[in-house]
């Protein structure tokens, strides 16, 4: 107790090489394969989720190529359409503002020089797909914005030219007041002039314009009966000029190329009256007296009545009082 057997110590920690020699050596791969698996499983993840996003830049990609050529092709169409190649034959003179002729012009002018070249999307590479993306969906805008601007100066010419098809038949409208035949057909043109109708305006002048002309020859009938009747009764008949009708003939409301209304006064076609008069015999002149001295006259200035006498020697006559 006092020191002759001594208290024994706890038995010391092996070190790593004996711990190390101590395992089973079936132990040391196992180790080492598993944290080789936890590597490849998290690289595989980043590879996996990498590929995603370059899939998807690329379909966004394809959309936008797509998407452009579609509006290539819309401006392409509308160009080569026949509601633009009518606009654009417009003249000045055949619409109400003729600027909106000459902006179409320029405006059709400009977008025929435009490049319509599309790039098309990289195979690989993330940031050049989303760049070439980027610059298609650009393209598409364009084309859509130049379509609607090219449509909208069309529409432009369409409209002005429409207002001038309505102030040139108003017009006719006005000035057919009492000259047509039946004034149905002045109500279907104020119809027409209201639905803005160009097709039904055209034919509503025509109707307008025929009845001015049915009227027209049925007063210049109506007069040549009375100047017949008048010759009939041994009368000059010479018109009505005190307020009747006047007979006209020609004339009326001719359509121009471009839809509007040209107005061409109908003249008289007689003196006031719808004839041709009777052609007057011309005044006679009324005989004057012999002047100066004649022979076998009168004569003289101064009052006296004085006459010549001769023989047939060819001496001169003499000048004898004519009692």
């Not at 024994?8 to 050596?25: D, V």
């Not at 509601?83 to 012009?105: F, G, Q």
């Not at 108003?170 to 043109?189: C, F, I, N, P």
Request: hydrophobic share 30%; net charge neutral.
């Amino acid at each position: 107790m006092n020191g002759s057997n001594p208290v024994p110590l706890p038995p010391a920690e092996p070190s790593g090489a004996a711990r190390a020699a101590s395992k089973p050596k079936w132990m040391v791969p196992a180790i080492a394969v598993g944290c080789a698996v936890v590597l490849l499983s998290a690289g595989g993840g980043y590879l996996y989720w990498s590929h995603g996003r370059l899939a998807e830049a690329s379909a966004e990609c394809e959309a936008a190529y797509s998407k452009a050529v579609k509006g290539r092709r819309e401006l392409a169409g509308y160009l080569k359409s026949d509601a633009l190649k009518t606009a654009i034959t417009v003249r000045d003179s055949e619409v109400e503002d003729a600027k909106t002729v000459a902006v179409l012009a320029s405006t059709v002018k400009a977008v025929s020089t435009m490049k319509t070249d599309i790039p098309g999307c990289p195979a690989d590479g993330l940031k050049g797909i989303r760049a070439a993306a980027a610059r298609l969906d650009r393209a598409a805008a364009a084309y859509a914005k130049t379509v609607n601007e090219v449509r909208g100066k069309a529409d432009a010419v369409s409209a002005s030219k429409t207002d001038k098809t309505v102030a040139d038949a108003t017009k006719v409208l006005d000035d057919s007041k009492g000259r047509v035949e039946d004034d149905k057909v002045r109500t279907a043109l104020e119809n027409a002039i209201k639905s803005r109708d160009g097709k039904a305006i055209s034919d509503a002048v025509k109707a307008v314009n025929d009845s001015i002309k049915a009227k027209s020859d049925a007063d210049a009938k109506a007069e040549a009966e009375k100047e017949g009747q008048a010759a009939d009764n041994g009368s000059s008949y010479t018109g009505d000029t005190t307020g009747g009708h006047i007979g006209y003939t020609g004339g009326g409301y001719t359509q121009s190329q471009g839809g509007g209304y040209t107005y061409t006064p109908q003249q008289p076609a007689g003196n006031g009256g719808g004839y041709t008069p009777a052609p007057q015999p011309a005044p006679q002149p009324t005989p004057q007296p012999p002047q100066g001295n004649n022979v076998g006259g009168s004569g003289g200035d101064d009052g006296w009545d004085t006459c010549f006498t001769g023989d047939t020697s060819g001496k001169p006559g003499i000048q004898v009082p004519c009692s």
